[in-house]
């Protein structure tokens, strides 16, 4: 066997740094070299160390495996980390890919995919447990979906009346709201909006608001005024 | 109009009758003397000729006819002379007189009539001016009645309303000096709620005013108002210092709700100032102003307790909110933190020892066992998130919302478009994500199990001084006034929680509904004045 690989483990429980020390000493390609509790000595401990691959827990008490992970990458571009977690929520995938981790190994599979995980990143590549492949795939599929590059230019076919609605649904405005701002009752506000809807080919209010921003109907941003 | 008519046909029935009167007495009177002169005549003339009675005759009736139409004329005359002086005695007198009962029959209270002469006439104008001078008074009581009772109705503020009330009566009254007092939750005791004039000893006297002895309790005992013109002989511990202002009578007007005498009004003067104070019926009024006064208090004490009240409710929900959040994170971090990492190292001594043993039945059991604990596990992790999902604190509503809308799209098989502007990298204050997520969560649950919809939006955006969220749905819509007017009950209890849930962050929750298709909710949520970005325990609300 070449090289071993060199770890470091950063997480607050005393029972999962034993047992990940214990399961993965049993690898014959890996070595434990050192320990951390929180987000700060895992930055302390990698600079020192210089670890291959770091396991990191992201739920540290203060929720600072995240900052570390960011950390760690920034300073030791050689150092690649493995989100070992509980969290099956891709809101955490995606907060950990973007601070820079390769691999993100959940803790009810942790006996069966870490040391995979530890291998697959240390090549270069990355490591995700497999049922995130799907979500990061469903994300795809409907940006697609969303992404309205056929839309018609049925702006042009709106009176001004259905213009005007369109703005105020835009910005949010109750179809009360904007009947009294237009002098208009609310059941011909409705129509407005379904006709200015039908024209537009839209379905839903997000996607109306998605419109409005495009066009530039109504701005990015909105101070209350 | 009509009466002027009937009084132009009576003036000229008038006219008629003494013109025949006097034609009547003037005719008679010409006859009588025709024939006594004629008498004479022929009486002097039987000896001269015999012819002379015819001849006197002819001569008699053309004097006669003469005399007749010359009468005639000149009764006319008179009587047309006499009408006119009768039209300016009489009918002139009448005509004013009818002119002010007209303006006072207009409401115009303050008319009188100045007829001079001693007739019946002048004695039925100063009847008619007393009674318009009554009428006057009463009208003025029946509106200081009406103002008090608009004065009470439009402040429930206690010590406004009886203010007001007491410079009213004042001024009904004529009097110097005036004080309210109510009766105290230790029932001997009354305390000074409202006064006007009242020399300072005279009110430190009166703080301690017990109910059982002096005026009050004799009024408090007959439930009526009552005037005392000898103040040495009604006790009162202000008589003293109020003798020093000249103040010599004083009223005491009981202030009483239904069958209760919530305090005592009273008013004080100088005596001789106002004098039909003491008239029977002015009491009368001062008791239904008493009651007046009574109901108000009741009304403002009623007001006051229902606003403490709603003042607790408040606090109570909010606290209810609060401690339910923190104990479901609390909850859902033990399970994380504790439950969650035992079993992690669980599965990993098993993962170990699944290598280690050698039998391959014992390799199957550990292998169960494993899988049993990373199963308890995940649903462990269902729990925690089900109680509150650790991405809200963590990683802030954003997360939060994408993640749950991913789950809810896929269990209930609806499409979800979730735009949110105004929140990349920004954490609105804890309590405000708090609210939001649970918000979206119940109008989401309402969309899922009511309306039927195919397709979703949540808009959520961040505008800076306020926060926006709108849930709209393509479904069939509801009644939302009927709805949202019924009590509370099975199923709008989740509307209320929505907007109880708003209006604790001082902001609203407006649903518009249209049948068939779809309902929308928005909530509104004002950032100004809150700790910018939150996320942390220690924020109320969380």
């Known amino acids: 066997m070449a090289e071993k690989i060199r770890l470091l483990v950063a997480d607050d429980h005393p029972v999962v740094r034993a047992g990940l020390r214990m399961l993965l000493s049993a690898e014959p390609d890996m070595e434990v070299v050192g320990e951390a509790v929180d987000g700060k000595t895992a930055v302390e401990r990698a600079l020192e160390l210089r670890p291959d691959v770091v396991v990191m827990d992201l739920t540290m008490g203060d929720m600072d495996g995240l900052a570390a992970t960011q950390e760690i990458v920034d300073h030791l571009p050689r150092t690649k980390v493995v989100v070992l977690t509980m969290h099956s929520d891709e809101e955490y995938l995606r907060q950990a890919l973007n601070a820079g981790a390769t691999g993100y190994v959940l803790k009810e599979a942790v006996d069966t995919e870490i040391a995979v995980a530890i291998r697959v990143v240390q090549r270069g590549e990355v490591f995700l447990y497999p049922s995130f492949t799907r979500v990061l795939l469903g994300d795809l599929i409907q940006a697609e979906e969303t992404d309205d590059s056929s839309e018609q230019n049925g702006y042009e076919l709106l009176s001004d009346r259905e213009k005007e609605v369109l703005r105020l649904v835009a910005l949010g405005d109750t179809n009360r709201e904007i009947a009294e701002r237009l002098f208009l009752s609310v059941r011909t506000v409705e129509t407005y909006r379904a006709r200015l809807m039908e024209k537009l080919n839209l379905k839903s209010r997000g996607e109306l608001v998605r419109y409005a921003l495009r066009k530039g109907i109504r701005p990015d941003e909105l101070g209350d005024s | 109009m009509r009466t002027k008519k009937y009084y132009h046909s009576l003036r000229f029935k008038i006219t008629v009758g003494l013109l025949l009167a006097v034609i009547a007495v003037l005719a008679i009177s010409s006859y009588l003397r025709y024939v006594s002169f004629r008498e004479l005549l022929v009486e002097s003339l039987k000896l001269s000729a015999v012819n002379t009675e015819e001849i006197v005759d002819a001569q008699m009736a053309a004097y006669v006819r003469s005399r007749l139409i010359l009468s005639v004329i000149s009764v006319v005359v008179i009587v047309l002379i006499s009408q006119l002086m009768l039209g300016e005695m009489v009918v002139g007198r009448l005509e004013k007189f009818l002119k002010a009962v007209n303006q006072v029959g207009r409401g115009n209270l303050d008319t009188r009539v100045t007829i001079g002469g001693d007739d019946e006439i002048a004695e039925l104008a100063e009847a008619f001016n007393r009674m318009t001078e009554e009428l006057r008074r009463q009208a003025e009581k029946l509106s200081t009645l009406n103002t008090l009772a608009v004065t009470a109705g439009q402040s429930l503020n206690l010590e406004q309303v009886l203010c007001t009330a007491l410079d009213e009566v004042m001024e009904l009254m004529g009097v110097e000096a005036g004080w309210i007092n109510l009766q105290d939750e230790q029932e001997e005791n009354s305390r000074i709620v409202a006064s006007r004039s009242l020399p300072e000893q005279a009110a430190l006297a009166h703080a301690h005013c017990v109910w059982n002895r002096g005026v009050c309790a004799e009024v408090l005992k007959s439930g009526q108002a009552q005037v005392f013109h000898d103040e040495r002989r009604h006790f009162c511990p202000a008589s003293e210092y109020l003798e020093e202002e000249g103040i010599v009578f004083h ?32 009491l009368d009024t001062l008791t239904a102003i008493g009651r007046q006064i009574g109901m108000a208090i009741e009304n403002a004490s009623l007001y006051e307790e229902l606003r403490q009240k709603e003042v607790l409710r ?3 929900l909010e606290r209810e909110i609060t401690l339910r959040e923190k104990e479901r994170k609390r909850i859902a971090r033990e399970l994380h933190d504790q439950t969650g990492q035992r079993l992690t190292s669980i599965i990993m001594t098993l993962g170990i020892l699944e290598e280690v043993v050698s039998t391959p039945e014992a390799k199957t059991h550990v292998q169960d066992l494993r899988d049993t604990a990373a199963q308890v596990l995940k649903e462990i992790r269902d729990v925690a998130l089900h109680l509150r999902p650790s991405v809200l604190d963590d990683l802030g509503l954003l997360a939060a919302l994408r993640h749950y809308l991913k789950g809810y799209q896929n269990r209930y098989r609806l499409f979800v478009d979730f735009q949110a502007l105004g929140l990349d990298g920004r954490r609105l204050p804890s309590e405000v994500e708090t609210a939001l997520f649970r918000i979206t969560q119940q109008a989401l649950t309402n969309v899922a199990r009511h309306s039927q919809a195919r397709h979703v939006s949540v808009l959520l955006e961040n505008r800076g001084a306020s926060v926006m969220l709108i ?3 393509d479904g069939r819509g509801f009644d939302v006034d009927h709805l949202m007017n019924t009590h509370p009950h099975e199923g709008n209890l989740g509307l209320y929680c929505m907007r109880e849930r708003a209006s604790l962050l001082d902001g609203t929750l407006t649903i518009e509904s249209t049948p068939e298709s779809g309902t929308a909710v928005f909530v509104r949520i004002p950032l100004e004045g809150r700790e910018g970005d939150g996320g942390e325990d220690s924020t109320p609300g969380s």
Do not use: H, Y
């Open chain 2, 251 to 282: 009223a005491c007007v009981p202030l009483k709700s239904k069958d209760q005498i919530l305090g005592v009004m009273s008013l004080a003067g100088v005596a001789t100032s106002n004098l039909w104070m003491f008239a029977e019926d002015s």
């Open chain 2, 314 to 316: 408040r606090q109570l």
């Open chain 2, 471 to 473: 849930v709209e749905d």
